[in-house]
């Protein structure tokens, strides 16, 4: 089981704004940069964001990182079809000595 | 083009072993730390393993500590991960990734995966 939760699920209408929340400790999140994946359905995952709140060309601004102590969060702004994903984060964390990713959360696009 | 292609994946018994390869291309891939994830049937991503550029530190996961070595040769751009003593619990998909802040993540570049099913 990891160390950094996330919620197993999150929802919304096309056009609406998601956030997803990912929960670690002083070890990985309070003391390491956050970054965030999407994985869509039978392919590889893919970087969103990095250091917390950056975004790697190519990637809408719609999604947006942000990070506050020990929790983190990905937002999914003006929500597309296209978004339906699981989205995981991930960080160092300095007791494991290794990079830890959240538990995961399925993006559904009603 | 950035590319990563794994190879090597398969059936294996428990106790076996395996050695998956990841060819780069693309990139300098000898200025790169680069990693092994692993994801388990309908799961969750699991990181594995890192190395550094010259493969001079290298990181594990508790749950594969003495039974994996992650390596590198940076004549050939490439990165293995070798596997002994394997259990049904290694049966996943992994991936390799480049990462592009160091042992930190920043996983930007992604391999397609190869299988690895730990089987009797």
């Known amino acids: 089981q990891s160390v950094v939760t996330q919620p197993p699920s999150a929802s919304g209408t096309p056009g609406q704004r998601v956030t997803i929340s990912c929960s670690g400790s002083?070890?990985?999140?309070?003391?390491?940069?956050v970054n965030w994946y999407q994985q869509l359905p039978g392919t590889a995952p893919k970087l969103l964001i990095y250091?917390?709140?950056q975004r790697p060309s190519g990637v809408p601004d719609r999604f947006s990182g942000s990070k506050s102590g020990t929790s983190a969060s990905l937002a999914i702004s003006g929500l597309q079809s296209e978004d339906e994903a699981d989205y995981y984060c991930?960080?160092?964390?300095?007791?494991?000595?290794?990079?830890?990713f959240g538990t995961g959360t399925k993006v559904t696009v009603l | 083009e950035e590319q990563l292609v794994e190879s090597g994946g398969g059936l294996v018994q428990p106790g076996g072993s395996l050695r998956l390869s990841c060819a780069a291309s693309?990139?300098?891939?000898?200025?790169?730390?680069m990693s092994w994830v692993r994801q388990a049937p309908g799961k969750g991503l699991e990181w594995v393993a890192n190395?550094?550029?010259?493969?001079?530190?290298?990181f594990y996961v508790d749950s594969v500590k003495g039974r994996f070595t992650i390596s590198r040769d940076n004549t050939k751009n490439s990165l293995y991960l070798q596997m002994n003593s394997l259990r049904a619990e290694d049966t996943a998909v992994y991936y390799c990734a480049r990462a592009s802040s160091g042992r930190y993540g920043r996983d930007d570049c992604w391999g397609q995966g190869t299988l690895v099913t730990v089987s009797s």
């Open positions: 693309g990139f300098t891939f000898g200025s790169y730390w």
């Open positions: 991930a960080a160092w964390d300095d007791s494991l000595n290794g990079y830890v």
């Open positions: 190395v550094k550029e010259d493969g001079s530190e290298k």
């Open positions: 250091r917390n709140n």
């Open positions: 002083s070890s990985n999140i309070g003391s390491n940069t």
